[in-house]
Every structure is written in C-alpha cells, then in structure tokens.
C-alpha cells in the first residue's frame, strides 16, 4: 500500500479511536455523576437563646444494638468572647431522634486549672469504634487566661470514651505525640475519622511547631491504636502544607470506593485531595465547582457524607443570598462530589438546613443506619443581632433519608 492510500485510513482510525476514547469519558463522567436519591427531613430538637451563652458543636455517635442509642454531646459558649467554651452536655436518644433528653452536663468534661490557666476540651465528635465496642469521641483541649484563649499553647488531641451502663463519659484525656516541639499545637478538633477493620484509627489532624512566628497550620493524618481506654499514636502520613493565612485547618477524612479523601479548611477557599491508603496523598486542590468555577467555601468547615453509590460534601458558601451571616456560614448545603475530578456537581446542590442569620459551620455528619444519615447543627448565636432574621439557638438534626 502507497503513502498516499495509507494516510485516510490512519486519519480514519485516528478519528475512530478518538470518538471511542470520548465516548468512554463520557460514560465514565455520566456514571460518576449519577444522582443519589435521598429525601431530607429537617428536625429542631432543642431550641432556647438567653442572650448571654448558646450552645455550639452538636455532633452526635450511635452505639449500635438492637435498640441503638444517639448520643449527641454540644456545649456552651460564651456570646461576649471568641471561642470561649464550657462543659461538655449530652442530649441523648433512644428511639432514633423521635424523642431526645434534656442537655444533660458531664462534670469529666469541664475545664480544670492550673494555677491562673484553664484547660478545656472542645471541637469534640463522637463515633463509635467497633472494635472495642466504645463510643470514642476525639477533639482538642484549649486554653483559657482570664477567659480567653491564649495564643500561644501547648494544645494536644483530647479524648474521652463513653460508659453505656453508667451513661458517662471518662475524663477526658490527651493523646501524646512524638514530638512536642513540632506538634506543639496540634488538634483533632471538628474533624472526621475512619476506623479500619483491624481497629486501628486514621484521625486528621492539624498543627503547627512552638514557634511563635508560625503562623501557618499543617495537616496530616495519624495512624492512631485505642485499646478501649488509652489512645495511642502510630504514625502520620503526608504533612500537606499551605502558605496562605493560618494554613489548612480542620481536615475531614472519607473512604469512598478503594480511595481516601481529604477536605481542608483555609482562610481563602476550602481544598481537597485524594490518596490510597488513607495516609498519602495526592497535592490538594481548591474546591470547585464542576464547571470550573469556585465553591465560595472559606474559612469554613465542610465535612462528607458517604453512600455505597455516592460521595456527597456538605458546606457553607457565598453567593447564596447570605451577606449578612458571618462568613456567610449559613445555609448549610448538600451535593454530590465527582470523585475523578473532585468537583462538586452544582446540579446535585441543595439547601440541607436553611439561614436564619445565624451561623451553621459547625456541625457533625453520623451514619446511623443503612437507611439515614443525619447532619446536625446548631445556630450559633454571633455576632449579636443575628436572631433578628429568626434564628433562637436551634440545635438541628437534619436526617438524610436514603431511597
């Protein structure tokens, strides 16, 4: 065969192998994209605003069983400072959120002093970790001079673990770390965990060393054991780095098919990435939007909620009538990620729990059953004036009914 008779049928095959390789793209986008269906029903389980304190940080744990138990801890913050928290409360449920107990206070889950110092532990998240059949709930301790939070701390990962017979939590407790000058402030505050099936423990954290011209944190992951009662540090994974205000914070860790993946806060836009083994990963990314454009996520939590079929992200963002609420934290919205490309898809969005001037960025997610996941969250109640567009300190259960 001459060049010349050679050429259209290289170009033809060309073509054909292109067209084949887009149509599998496009198979491939259309099956990563495909809707989980699910109904939300949205549930104000305690409501209440004295002006002077409001409840904050409702994150809720099911211990499983034939009659499985929610228990959700929330504490106190005062209106008049900056993440100045009290003692750890509990509201608890029986029968799967038709019915909640008051808030009820855990005196092992106060601050202590120390000479002119007060030490707290906040940011908590309980989960239940089967292995040990305990109720392990991870945060950080915080400290307090004259009611306000010291910039410059030793802060640590605190713990406590839940006593179903007695219904009390330990006193809660800190985990060491193996080195105390560059994890001189470190946390697991509002992050979300995995435990693997031998009982091991990949817990996000953040930190940065005791210098005080650090002004950037760092996030990682660490491979943590917990026999039932002491939390003990393994190893960490790939320290992710940011050199953009106070660096990443509050990383939130899910599985989804055979990847891991990492949601970080930043002062400018939330980030993302992905690894294999839930320790390493890949170089984070801003989030977006799956037409290209920014999530408008900031200085902000977000953290995921996961389905067989599915990975979702719940977030706050700009751009959704919400100039006036702090941060524009609030509404607190659902949607779909493409785990490819990490992308939300704009057309899965939702409103999951709606605005009412008050803050909504911090929250929990809690798989309770194969059929409902719940999301839930408090108003948290600054700057003041926020409860002039309706909002009165509603602690939220919003259940995520899967179809």
């Not at 605003?49 to 801890?73: E, L």
């Not at 701390?153 to 179903?164: F, G, L, P």
């Not at 005080?212 to 780095?241: I, M, N, P, Q, W």
Request: glycine content about 8%; proline content about 4%.
């Amino acid at each position: 065969m001459n060049r010349a008779a050679a050429c259209p049928l290289l170009a033809c095959s060309a073509l054909m192998l292109m067209t084949a390789c887009l149509a599998r793209a496009a198979g491939e986008e259309r099956r990563s994209v495909t809707p989980v269906k699910f109904t939300v029903k949205l549930e104000a389980v305690h409501s209440g605003f004295d002006r002077k304190m409001c409840w904050v940080h409702a994150r809720a744990g099911v211990i499983p069983g034939p009659r499985p138990a929610v228990v959700m801890t929330m504490q106190k913050l005062l209106l008049s400072g900056s993440d100045v928290f009290y003692a750890l409360h509990e509201m608890r449920s029986d029968d799967l959120g038709r019915t909640w107990s008051e808030p009820r206070r855990h005196e092992t889950l106060k601050r202590r002093r120390n000479d002119e110092i007060e030490i707290g532990i906040c940011d908590f998240t309980p989960k239940w970790h089967a292995k040990t059949s305990k109720l392990l709930g991870t945060g950080q301790n915080v400290h307090y001079r004259n009611n306000r939070v010291m910039g410059y701390r030793h802060r640590q990962v605190a713990y406590s673990v839940y006593d179903e017979k007695a219904r009390t939590w330990s006193r809660w407790r800190t985990m060491e770390m193996p080195d105390n000058v560059k994890f001189f402030n470190a946390g697991a505050g509002s992050t979300q965990r995995i435990d693997l099936p031998d009982g091991d423990i990949l817990l996000p954290i953040y930190y940065k060393s005791d210098s005080k011209t650090e002004r950037c944190y760092s996030a990682t992951v660490a491979r943590c054991r917990f026999d039932g009662r002491t939390l003990f540090y393994v190893e960490h994974g790939s320290e992710l780095k940011l050199d953009v205000p106070r660096g990443f914070a509050e990383p939130s860790l899910a599985r989804f098919g055979d990847r891991y993946f990492l949601t970080l806060r930043n002062d400018k836009a939330g980030w993302v990435t992905s690894g294999k083994d839930g320790l390493h990963f890949d170089k984070p990314v801003r989030w977006r939007f799956d037409d290209g454009k920014e999530l408008g996520n900031y200085n902000t939590q977000q953290h995921w909620v996961t389905h067989p079929k599915g990975l979702l992200l719940v977030y706050t963002r700009r751009g959704a009538g919400n100039d006036h609420v702090f941060r524009h934290r609030a509404p607190l919205f659902i949607a779909q990620v493409d785990p490819a490309r990490l992308r939300v898809i704009r057309r899965t969005e939702r409103i999951l729990v709606p605005q009412r001037g008050a803050r909504l960025g911090n929250f929990g997610v809690v798989r309770v059953n194969d059929s409902e996941t719940w999301v839930t969250v408090t108003e948290w109640m600054q700057p003041r004036g926020c409860e002039k567009h309706g909002a009165d300190n509603s602690v939220y259960v919003a259940r995520i009914i899967w179809e």
